[in-house]
């Protein structure tokens, strides 16, 4: 009886031990359909990312070709600047010489006058020619002082967009441009000066 006990015993234990080793396949299909959501979500999460990652992408690219126009557009207002600066200059530099030759002359031919013992309506007429030159040297003048204040204007608006383009960090991608426009500031600063 003992053997025979001993026999169901060993029998029932490894009948037990065999049962428990199994393990069914409703087990491994819900793990499967849980690594398969995870996936998925993990696929859309990287989907939505790539997304917005080209969106940014494509605002640089948008903010890039605004800058470009915009640098273009102040290479233009600069070069027509400096093109007024020179012209100024020139004037500027006629005009002086005009005006004093043309005093020059007016002097010396009313010492030539008054020592030709002028008369009163000589002396009046060369007083009204040397007041017409002084005010036509007057109106050149402030001729001038508009084209100064037109190139001072462009050159605020050169200033006011090299604040914008430091605003928009370009100066790490588009060290070039950063450089031209700071070269095309001084060179404005050397014209008025």
């Known amino acids: 009886m003992r053997k025979r006990f ?17 393990m069914s396949c409703k087990d491994y299909d819900d ?40 640098a273009a557009k102040a ?5 027509k600047a400096a093109e007024a600066a020179a012209a100024a200059k020139e004037a500027v530099a006629q005009a002086k ?22 008369d009163q309506s000589v002396y009046d007429e060369k007083m009204s020619t040397i007041d017409a030159t002084i005010n036509t040297v007057n109106g050149k003048l402030n001729d001038l002082e508009d084209a100064d ?14 604040t914008a383009i430091d605003k928009l960090n370009l100066t790490t991608d588009f060290p070039q441009l950063k450089n031209d426009v ?12």
Not at 43 to 70: I, N, P, R, S
């Open 6 to 22: 001993l026999s169901v015993f060993l029998f029932g234990a490894l009948l037990t031990a065999s049962t428990g080793s199994f």
């Open 31 to 70: 793990d499967i359909d849980g690594l398969s959501e995870r996936i998925d979500a993990n696929q859309k999460t990287l989907d939505d990312k790539a997304a917005a990652l080209q969106a940014a992408l494509d605002a640089a690219k948008q903010e890039v070709a605004q800058a470009q126009t915009a």
């Open 75 to 79: 290479q233009e207002s600069a070069d």
């Open 97 to 118: 010489a005009d005006a004093i030759a043309e005093a020059q002359r007016l002097v010396n031919e009313l010492k030539s006058t008054v020592n030709g013992k002028v």
């Open 149 to 162: 204040v037109a190139i001072k204007l462009q050159i605020k608006a050169l200033e006011d967009f090299k």
């Open 182 to 193: 700071e070269d095309l500031i001084e060179n404005l600063g050397n014209l008025e000066t």
